[in-house]
């Protein structure tokens, strides 16, 4: 009987990258996309979590196999075979799109706080902040990745609202598997920003280092070019891990929109703009216990989130240039690397200090992520088939066909959405 207590801790204990990046797609940016569709269009566009999950798992799982294979991140891969002009447009559009996101992330950590306890949101803002950062600089490498996995079952919270709420579940089965599409500006909009929220570029260049920092922290382990005896192993593993993660976001996310749609769509709120509206629009209708659980699951995603977004940048800026990079080396190792990190996180928090309104930026973050995905998926859609940086570990026929699907899927929705604009 010992395999009932000993296969949870294994499966927990294959779970890492894949799930960590799950997770951090529901962030407080992704809750209020999908509180916003949720309220706007009700329990119909259900359909896009369950159209969405093989295309974020396939191109997921190929970031994470070019940092297995090569030992390299994205923006490692493209210094080292790409033109520098690619590069560096690359690796801007990613900050430009961080910076936004942490700053939003913040803004909506701080406003939930405000909520459930009182006090002043920037203030809050400033405190989650710099934990983050503290966190980040001081915890051992090990130890921060046990609590970013731990983090995690903080999006549970989502589930209990869930149960707490009316479902009718006749509708929710036909929203789920029978699109209603309207080809509209607003519609396609909320399309582009639920894509750009499931399949965000942070996530591609997290991942992907992730798998090339636990090779380097990791003795035993090396890029599967050196040693192809760990291939079968290594690329089950990621396969898993990316399948479990991935389906884990997209649940939480369809939970989100379902929680929505029941309470605030079947009560006629259809304009919400953030998270923590998200969660005040909550407590009269669904009751206290629905808000502040709605309002801590911000605030734990927020946390998981944050560091993920801030660790993104500095990895690209730092394999972009050649610099000693990862959470696993002292910051006095890598200097330059930790001081990316901690200013991408002071400048995104200093958003909240601007006229710019960053509870707004939320959703346009999430859209302005599905735009830049774009050339960034055609761009490891080439990496990752090319023999010169894969070897042997070039994506299989399957899988190269997903990916491709969901780089041509995110190319006609964005192309959509600004047709519908213009």
Request: aromatic share 10%; glycine share 8%.
């Amino acid at each position: 009987m010992r395999w009932l207590y000993r296969y949870p801790i294994n499966f927990w204990r294959r779970l890492g990258p894949g799930l960590i990046t799950g997770a951090a797609d529901d962030d407080p940016s992704g809750i209020a996309t999908y509180s916003q569709v949720g309220a706007q269009f009700g329990y119909g566009i259900g359909w896009t979590m369950l159209f969405s999950f093989p295309l974020m798992v396939a191109i997921q799982e190929i970031s994470a196999r070019i940092g297995r294979t090569t030992a390299y991140g994205l923006a490692g891969n493209l210094r080292l075979y790409y033109p520098h002009h690619v590069l560096r447009a690359m690796v801007a559009l990613l900050l430009i799109a961080n910076t936004i996101n942490l700053g939003a992330d913040l803004g909506a950590m701080g406003a939930a706080l405000e909520l459930v306890t009182g006090g002043n949101a920037k203030i809050w803002a400033v405190m989650f902040g710099l934990a983050c950062v503290v966190a980040q600089v001081l915890f051992d490498y090990r130890r921060y990745i046990t609590i970013l996995k731990w983090t995690t079952l903080s999006l549970f919270a989502y589930v209990g609202v869930v149960l707490i709420v009316q479902l009718p579940w006749e509708r929710v089965a036909t929203g789920l598997f029978i699109p209603h599409i309207q080809i509209n500006a607003g519609y396609l909009a909320a399309i582009v920003a639920v894509f750009g929220t499931t399949i965000s570029p942070y996530l591609f260049f997290w991942q992907s280092t992730q798998e090339a920092e636990d090779v380097i922290a990791n003795p035993a382990a090396q890029p599967l070019l050196v040693a192809p005896e760990q291939a079968q192993s290594e690329l089950r593993r990621i396969r898993f891990d990316t399948l479990v993660g991935m389906g884990f976001s997209n649940l939480i996310g369809l939970f989100i929109i379902l929680t929505a749609a029941a309470t605030l769509n079947a009560n006629g709120v259809t304009d919400i703009q953030t998270s923590a509206q998200a969660a005040e629009a909550l407590r009269p209708i669904a009751g206290p216990l629905a808000f502040t659980v709605f309002a801590l699951g911000i605030i734990g995603t927020g946390l998981l989130a944050v560091p993920i977004l801030a660790a993104s940048s500095a990895y690209a800026v730092g394999e972009a240039l050649e610099w000693h990079i990862g959470l696993g080396r002292r910051p006095r190792e890598a200097k330059a690397f930790y001081a990316t990190l901690v200013s991408a996180t002071l400048i995104g928090l200093l958003i909240n200090f601007t006229s710019i309104d960053p509870i707004k930026a939320l959703f346009w973050a999430a859209i302005l992520n599905g735009i830049i995905a774009v050339p960034m998926m055609f761009v490891m859609m080439h990496m990752a088939s090319a023999r010169r940086i894969m070897g042997d570990y070039v994506i299989p026929l399957p899988l190269k066909l997903l990916g491709w699907l969901s780089t041509l899927v995110m190319t006609a929705v964005v192309a959509g959405m600004f047709a519908t604009m213009i």
